[in-house]
């Protein structure tokens, strides 16, 4: 899910001759690292409730943020012991959740993926129909 994110960024920056070094890939893994960490309480709270936030749950969420900072930060020098510390949580919990599901998010769904459920006050997808 991040790395099209990624690869949308490095392109859009290269058209324009900013080129991005290995400086930038440990501190995109450093800054995913970083809110991880920053969102502990909330970590530890859906290891026994999986509340709704937004298109989607907890559980889903945390697994897709723990994916992104393994992406980021693999083959690299970026914190390596976090790495494989977030390896084995994401390995575990995703075990301990098998039926969870990482949805693609409407502004990065590609065509044809199954839909997200997203709340009702959300505008209209284009071409989507209103209810009366």
């Known amino acids: 899910m991040g790395a099209p994110a990624v690869e949308a960024y490095r392109?859009?920056?290269?058209?324009?001759?900013?080129g991005l070094g290995t400086?930038?890939?440990a501190g995109v893994a450093a800054a995913l690292a970083g809110w991880i960490v920053a969102r502990g309480r909330t970590l530890t709270e859906v290891l026994d409730e999986d509340s709704t936030w937004g298109t989607t749950t907890m559980r889903p969420r945390l697994l897709a943020w723990l994916r992104n900072f393994i992406d980021?930060?693999?083959?690299?020098d970026?914190?390596?012991r976090l790495r494989a510390l977030i390896a084995l949580m994401h390995e575990q919990l995703?075990?301990?959740?098998p039926g969870v599901r990482v949805p693609e998010y409407p502004a990065l769904a590609r065509p044809g993926s199954e839909p997200v459920p997203v709340?009702?006050?959300?505008?209209p997808r284009p071409g989507q129909k209103m209810d009366p």
């Open 72 to 76: 980021r930060a693999d083959g690299g």
């Open 94 to 97: 995703s075990s301990r959740w």
């Open 78 to 80: 970026a914190l390596p």
């Open 23 to 25: 400086d930038w890939v």
């Open 119 to 123: 709340p009702d006050w959300w505008p």
């Open 11 to 18: 392109e859009t920056l290269g058209a324009a001759g900013i």
